[in-house]
């Protein structure tokens, strides 16, 4: 907890290893099979834990007292909040998955502009020490291919350039196709400044007795984020917690696809995000839209992650999608990284009239 409010941005890091070409339990299942001690040390690294656990047939999803981790075969998702170290938790988990003989092939990064970057611990305060820190940490083989960006460029005159978006990959290889056949496009949505009436569903009812589970499922309906993944699609599995006394954590799977939302509720830092991995573009921006209708936000930032070129032909698809909802896009800008594909990011903002009106 930072001493003039929670940070809601998250920090995101994304492993993607090499699963053995022949057969066997590692092949099959790789980091799934980390014991549950291996992943309590990684977590204990980032100073989190976990507070729920969900899987099915491609993947396991873990709600974590500060955000998310998702572990594939051959990946892992890890996605914190607050003052977590979360980069102090990449020796730990390639140290783990060297147990199994996984051989590290990728690494990204990114996160948005903190709210407090003055209570972060190291390395996370600056950018150009997270990404020495991750220089240090990983293989050298990875750093043949390794890029840094805060984008929009610091040059840049947009209206939109007060909100940066972080980036770091590293690669063994230029080529940026999957190892594991996981999803290809990745969508991280940042959201302040919520609608008032929206962040205060996500408060627990004094003397509520019920699980977490219980209040968060409740919340989901009552908000209708639930609508940002198909709850009525037999193949989706959704993990809703609520924490007291405010907050709340959502993880999705359907197949190899997941969506995550979180949410801190608290005025002066009010903070929603949403997340999602599929291999299907016009999914992906339907989930955006539903997301930021939902929570009818001031300022939004859109970052979109892909294994091709086609991220930055994005651009124009996603503003159409939000500027129905009141948004003026003032910031986009699309780098291409080694590894790990094109990355845009965009920044939207409503008119200070119209949400002064909504609250």
Wanted: overall charge negative; some cysteine; aromatic content about 8%.
């Amino acid at each position: 907890m930072a001493s003039c409010g929670f940070e809601g941005f998250e920090k995101r890091l994304e492993l993607v290893f090499e699963l053995p070409a022949s057969g066997g339990e590692v092949a099959r299942h790789g980091l799934r099979l980390l014991p549950a001690e291996a992943l309590r040390e990684v977590l204990d690294a980032a100073q989190c834990a976990v507070v729920s656990a969900a899987g099915n047939a491609a993947a396991d999803a873990y709600v974590l007292s500060e955000s998310s981790m998702f572990v594939y075969p051959g990946r892992v998702v890890l996605k914190t909040c607050g003052t977590t170290p979360l980069l102090r938790a990449v020796p730990v988990l390639l140290r783990a998955a060297a147990a199994l003989r996984l051989r590290l092939r990728s690494c990204r990064y990114s996160r948005g502009e903190y709210l407090f970057p003055e209570a972060q611990p190291f390395p996370h305060a600056h950018f150009a020490d997270e990404v020495a820190y991750l220089d240090a940490a990983l293989p050298r083989e990875l750093l043949r291919f390794r890029r840094s960006a805060v984008m929009p460029s610091s040059s840049s005159s947009s209206p939109g350039a007060s909100h940066r978006w972080h980036v770091y990959s590293a690669s063994s290889s230029a080529s940026s196709s999957d190892a594991d056949g996981a999803a290809r496009l990745t969508a991280e949505v940042c959201m302040t400044e919520l609608d008032r009436g929206m962040a205060a569903r996500f408060y627990q009812r004094p003397g509520d007795g019920r699980t977490s589970h219980a209040i968060g499922d409740e919340m989901t309906a009552a908000s209708g984020i639930g609508g940002v993944v198909d709850e009525n699609d037999p193949r989706s599995l959704v993990c809703a917690y609520a924490f007291a006394p405010c907050g709340y954590s959502m993880n999705a799977l359907d197949g190899a696809r997941y969506a995550t939302v979180h949410v801190t509720p608290e005025d002066g830092h009010c903070y929603a995000s949403f997340e999602c991995a599929t291999d299907d573009a016009a999914a992906a921006l339907a989930a955006i839209r539903r997301a930021v209708a939902a929570f009818r936000p001031a300022t939004v930032s859109v970052s979109i992650s892909h294994t091709s070129s086609a991220a930055s032909s994005l651009c124009t698809p996603v503003a159409e999608a939000l500027e129905p909802l009141g948004l003026a896009c003032h910031c986009r800008a699309a780098e291409v990284f080694p590894g790990a594909g094109t990355v845009t990011y965009q920044t939207f903002t409503a008119p200070a009239t119209k949400h002064e009106h909504d609250n």
